[in-house]
C-alpha cells in the first residue's frame, strides 16, 4: 500500500482523533509530511507479517510538551539525525521505520522519516492511541527495551540513551529535552522483525487514514460527520466498542504545563439544556470522563473530543471555553487492556485512583 | 615513576588542598585507591611529552554535587563502566587516563581507573585545581571538544552526549546526573598525544603529591606544617606565588546545595584579636577572598583553608563554625590566567562582579 500526498489530510486527521487530545497537533507533521512525500513520491506502507525476521525496525518520535512542540517547529533533519546516530551506534542501517504512537504528531514523524530516508513504514503502532510516556508502548509490554535510544536538538546535539529498563531510559530521556528546550526527536526501540511481529498494534495507521476519510467524506456528502465517524468505527476490527458520550459545551477550563506535561482538567454542560454534566481530566490525553461524577470511559480505552458539527478532533491545547463539542469513547486495542498492560497504561499509571472499566460496562 | 600504596594519604592531602575547598573529599577515592593499588601493584605515572602522538587519552572524571558524592559512594566499577563506553562508541582502546582536575575527589579517581585497568595515568591536568564546571579545563580552552562523552550511574545505565560546544555539554550532562541521583561517573575528552601535550597542565600529580609529603614530613619533624606548606610551595614552579592570607577563626556560615551546586560563605575573626575580618565565597570551589572587603584573592587563583594548627585542608562541606583556620592563596599556573582563559575559568565565570587580580598585585 502506498501513502501519497492526496492521503495526508485524512491521515492527519484520524491520527488527531486517536491521539485523544494528545501527542501534539498532527498540523506540522502534515505540512513536513506534504512537503517529503511532493519531492520524493509515494511512500511505502509495509505490513508487519512481511516483515524479514531479522531486519533492524527503529521507532522515530518527538518527545516533550506539545505546547511547546508547536512554537519550536520540527524541520525533519533532527528526526533524520537521531535515526541516523542510532543506526550508527547499532552498526546497522535499518529496513523500516515504526511509529510509537498513531495519536497526533508522532502519527506522521515517522513518515516523514520514511518518506526522506526512502524507506517503509510498517503499518501498526505500539499504543493504539497517544500515551505521555516513554514506556507506555505494546513494545515494551511485550518486553523490548527502548534502549539504546537517541535524541537529537535542533542544533545537532545528540544524546544516546542506555539503560536497564525503561522507567529509568524515560527519565533520563525526560531530563535531557528538558535541557534540551522542552522538545526534541527521538529514535527508539531497535527491534527485529520477529520482535515487531510479537508486539505491534496492526494496521493502525490504516485505522487512522480510514477515520479521517470517513470524517471528510460525510462532510462533502453534506451528513452529519460525529454520526458517520461513530458508525465508521462500529465497522472496524481496532476497536469493539465506540459511543457517544456527551454533547456539551465547555464551561470550566483548567490548563498548566508542568515538568513537561500538559496537565489539566475541562468541565461540560450539556448541550440539550438539561442537567446532564461531563467532566474530563488530562495529561497530554484525556485519562478520564466522568458523567455526574461517575466514569463513563478511563484510560486506557480512548476519550476523543471533537467538534460538535464537523466532528474536527480537538487536542488539550486547542480546548477553548464555549466550544459545543461530542465527547466519543472508544474501546482500546486488546492489547492494552489485559493485566500485564494495565500495570503500563492503566489509571494507576497516571495517578488515578479509580480503577479500569471497559467502555462498553461502563455507566452510560 | 610509580604511584604505591604508601603514596595514597600524601597525595590525597595534596589533591585535597589543591580542591580549594571543592572537588569532593578525597577520602573515597584514597580508600578506593589503596584497594587497587594492593592488589594490583604500582602504577605508572608517564609524562606527556613521552606521549605518542597518535595514542588515544581519555578523562576519568565523577560529576555531580560534592555533598552527595559523599552518600553515594562510588564502587570504582561506574568509572571503569564509563571508559569502556567511551572506548566501545570511539571503536578504540584507550592508551592512558588523564585527571580532568588535580583538586579534590577527582585527582584520586584516574589513578583508580589507570590501576584497575593497568593503564598510565598522565602526570598533569586540565585546571591545576578544582572548578565546578566540565568546560573548566585548559583542554576545552585549547579547542578540544569535551564530546563524545558517557555518564554511568551505580546500577550501570549509560548516556552519551555528543554536543557541538562545551557549554551545551554541560548542559546536558549536568540534567542527566541530576536524573542519575546528582552524582554520575563521567569519560570525556578523547584526545590524542598530540592534544594533550599542546593544553595539559604538566606535572601536577607530582605537585600535589610533593604538597602532602611536605604537610607529613613537617608534622612528623614538628615543624608547624602551616609554614613548612608555604616554603614548599615557594620552591614549586607550579605557582609564581603562594601567601598566607589570613588566619581566623570561623563565626559565620552559610552553606546550601542548589542545582547540583554547593554555595556558601564563611566569616572570620582574626585569631590574633585584631580587628581584621576575612570573607570567603564559595561554589563548590572557594572563589573569592575579602579582607575588611577588600579582593585579597579570586578565582582563578587558590584560595585554600586549612587547619592553623595541622594543615589539614579544609572542603566546603568540613567547614564548622568556631573552626581556626589558615587562609592560604596560591597563584594558578600563568595559563588559567591568560585573556582567553579568564573567559572560561574568570571571576565572571562564577556569578563574581569583581575582575580578576592577580594575587602577588592584590591588596595584603
Known amino acids: 500500500m502506498k501513502i501519497t500526498v492526496d492521503d495526508v489530510e485524512d491521515y492527519s486527521i484520524g491520527a488527531a482523533l486517536l491521539g485523544t487530545g494528545g501527542g501534539g497537533d498532527p498540523y506540522i507533521g502534515s505540512l513536513l509530511l506534504s512537503e517529503s512525500l511532493s519531492k520524493g513520491g509515494p511512500l511505502t506502507l509495509q505490513q508487519a507479517d ?62 516523514v522519516v520514511g518518506s526522506t530516508l526512502n524507506l517503509p513504514v510498517i503499518d501498526g503502532d505500539g499504543m493504539g492511541r497517544a500515551f505521555p510516556q516513554l514506556q507506555m508502548v505494546t513494545y515494551s509490554i511485550e518486553g523490548n527495551p527502548s534502549t539504546p535510544l537517541t535524541l537529537t536538538d535542533e542544533f545537532g546535539n545528540t544524546v544516546l540513551i542506555n539503560t536497564g529498563d ?28 520477529a520482535q515487531v511481529k510479537a508486539s505491534i498494534l496492526r ?13 471528510r467524506q460525510a462532510r462533502q456528502a453534506d451528513e452529519p460527520p460525529v454520526h458517520a465517524l461513530l458508525e465508521h468505527l462500529a465497522e472496524l476490527d481496532f476497536s469493539t466498542s465506540a459511543r457517544l458520550l456527551f454533547e456539551g459545551k465547555i464551561v470550566d477550563l483548567f490548563r498548566e504545563t508542568t515538568a513537561g506535561f500538559a496537565v489539566g482538567t475541562i468541565k461540560l454542560d450539556a448541550l440539550d439544556g438539561g442537567p446532564d454534566r461531563m467532566e474530563i481530566k488530562f495529561q ?26 464537523t466532528a474536527a478532533p ?51
Open 284 to 309: 497530554n490525553e484525556n485519562l478520564i470522563a466522568l458523567r455526574n461524577g461517575e466514569v463513563c470511559a478511563i484510560v486506557p480505552d480512548l476519550i476523543c473530543i471533537v467538534d460538535q458539527e
Open 314 to 364: 480537538i487536542t488539550t491545547e486547542g480546548l477553548r471555553y464555549g466550544q459545543r463539542v461530542s465527547v466519543l469513547g472508544i474501546a482500546a486495542p486488546a492489547e492494552l487492556r489485559t493485566e500485564k498492560a494495565l500495570k503500563v497504561v492503566g489509571p494507576a499509571c497516571f495517578g488515578l485512583e479509580q480503577p479500569f472499566v471497559p467502555l462498553e460496562s461502563a455507566h452510560l
Open 203 to 215: 494496521g493502525t495507521l490504516t485505522v487512522a487514514l480510514g477515520i479521517g476519510r470517513a470524517i
Open 50 to 111: 512481511d516483515l524479514p525476521d531479522d531486519a533492524l525496525l527503529l521507532v522515530s518520535a518527538m518527545i516533550g510538551a506539545p505546547t511547546v512542540m508547536m512554537e519550536k517547529l520540527p524541520s525533519g533533519d533532527e528526526a533524520i539525525a537521531s535515526v541516523r546516530a542510532l543506526e550508527s551506534y547499532l552498526g546497522q542501517k535499518a529496513y523500516g521505520i515504526l511509529a510509537a504512537e498513531i495519536g497526533g504528531l508522532n502519527a506522521l514523524l515517522p513518515l
Open 166 to 193: 525503561d522507567e529509568t531510559a524515560e527519565k533520563f530521556a525526560r531530563s535531557t529535552v528538558v535541557a534540551m528546550g522542552a522538545s526534541a526527536l527521538m529514535a527508539c526501540y531497535p527491534m527485529t522483525g
